[in-house]
């Protein structure tokens, strides 16, 4: 399954692609994980808050090419992004596995991942070293097979955006 996780809208005929499933997350309404750990003990596999997120975390577990698209903010995923991330830990077991010399939690059934990060906005230097280093610590957790990170202005996103639903369609 593809899919393509968004901070922000785009335009309908972007969307029209039938083996693409798209998610505004800025449509949606996601709270912030209160760290409670339900997801884990009381109801193995989903979180306890009632909202938005547990119709999206399902979605990425089970996609196996995901384009994550992010505002960037002092090298990091921006607000709505970093939270509905947050709110995808009941893909995860409380367990742990041991994964090149590291400690990583064992994933519910989760596929391994085909990702693409469009990162946007201002982003310096620093910040995208910064933004890169966290994809790459991430990628462990997220089951990402690969990766690669597009860094674009807001202004270049929708043709960026574009591009790489274009080369999903040819492939």
């Known amino acids: 399954m593809k899919l393509v996780l968004s901070d922000r809208p785009f335009p309908l005929d ?3 692609q039938k083996s693409i499933t798209w998610i505004d997350l800025s449509s949606l309404n996601i709270t912030n994980c209160v760290g409670c750990f339900g997801c884990w003990t009381k ?3 989903k979180c306890v808050i009632r909202d938005d997120a547990v119709q999206v975390y399902p979605e990425i577990a089970k996609s196996d090419e995901i384009l994550y698209i ?4 002092y090298g990091g995923y921006d607000t709505v992004m970093k939270t509905m991330l947050e ?3 009941p893909v ?3 367990f742990i596995r041991l994964l090149n010399g590291e400690t990583h939690h064992v994933q519910r059934a989760v596929a391994m991942k085909k990702a693409t ?3 946007y906005g201002d982003i310096s230097t620093e910040e995208k070293e910064l933004f890169k ?3 790459a610590r991430n990628a462990n957790n997220m089951s990402f097979e690969s990766y690669q990170i597009i860094f674009c202005t807001k202004s270049t996103l929708e043709d960026t955006v574009r591009k790489e639903v274009a ?3 040819t492939s």
């Open 117 to 119: 990060i469009v990162a």
């Open 167 to 169: 080369e999903w369609e």
């Open 70 to 73: 992010s505002h960037i903010k």
């Open 14 to 16: 972007l969307q029209q």
């Open 87 to 89: 709110r995808a830990i």
């Open 133 to 135: 280093r966290l994809v």
């Open 43 to 45: 109801t193995p596999g």
């Open 92 to 94: 995860q077991k409380a």
